[in-house]
């Protein structure tokens, strides 16, 4: 399915402001997950060949540093919903840009969609995609503890336990994520999940 990019973006900052914290923890969450979705689109390039957008990976990233580098004054003073707003929609731009959803999902979104068949009622897809980072994070060699510790900062969750996911369904939702869109090129192409090293690796991370 492919999406038609909007005119215009309208967005009312105070109905965001007044809305519950969790829903822009949320948005933080699925913006932190666009360093995993770089880090897998320059896999991709590099092993397959697929077209690399700079510019708009450019903009994917500088999103996501926008939550990553605001995150310990958010624990502080509160999420400033105009500054997540404004990196939403520089994000959404990315994917226009692009031409696919590319610069913005990754193998994290895959682990969301995963668990969106099989366990639909467990967590918003913001916090499932930043869980998923983690997770990701870890297997590209980033540095995990500070996708943690920033989505802990915005008050997202971290942890399965915090979205009610228990340890078997996180398992089959990371073996499945990797069987999910193949053609589109992520780190689990060469980290290859079982339900053991899936456990494992969210073990690691603290996930689990």
Known sequence: MVATAPLGVFVDIDIIKGAPRRLLSSGCGDLIANVIAVSDWEL???RTGEYYGRYSAS???LSAGIVLENAAKFAKSGIDARVVVEALISAGV???????SRPCSGAEHLFSHALDKIAPEVGLHGEKCGIGAIMMAKLHGRDWKKISQALRDVGAPTTAEQIGLDRDTLASALVMAQDMRPER????KEKKMTKTKAISLAESTLVL
């Open 44 to 46: 991709g390039r590099d």
């Open 59 to 61: 903009l994917a990233m």
């Open 94 to 100: 990315a994917s226009c840009i692009a031409g696919s």
């Open 185 to 188: 090129y992520t780190i689990l």
